[in-house]
């Protein structure tokens, strides 16, 4: 799985992809944490094309903000669609993650 990937004011982006599931879990997961170990250690995942996560896609966001967290970085979500999010209600995550409308709020609060 080959992901967006830039850095803006010492922040990694990344652009998720439209489907996040258990077949790009393992990539997704991987190339995320390589890009936490190579950055400062925060972060903001765009999901404003993912129309669909199962639970694995859940599993790589919350391993992604623990390898933060452990570099004393966070991980910021943004564009998060309705179905995403009602998923993100359902398992209380939204509670876990700071979310953001856009990328201008999630890089003005990480900064």
């Known amino acids: 799985m080959n992901l967006e990937h830039r850095t803006q004011d010492g922040v990694d982006i990344v652009k998720l992809p439209e489907r996040l599931m258990m077949a790009d879990a393992a990539d ?14 925060k972060l903001v995942l765009d999901l404003a094309d993912t129309t669909f996560m199962d639970s694995s896609g859940l599993a790589v966001l919350v391993s992604s903000l623990q390898a933060a967290r452990k570099k004393d970085g966070d991980v ?3 564009g998060m669609g309705t179905t995403v999010r009602a998923l993100f209600e359902l ?3 939204h509670t876990v993650f700071q979310i953001f409308d856009d990328e201008a709020g999630a890089l003005r609060a990480l900064s």
């Open 28 to 41: 997704a997961r991987a190339s995320i944490k390589d890009i936490i170990s190579s950055g400062s250690g």
């Open 76 to 78: 910021y979500l943004v």
């Open 91 to 93: 398992t209380r995550l």
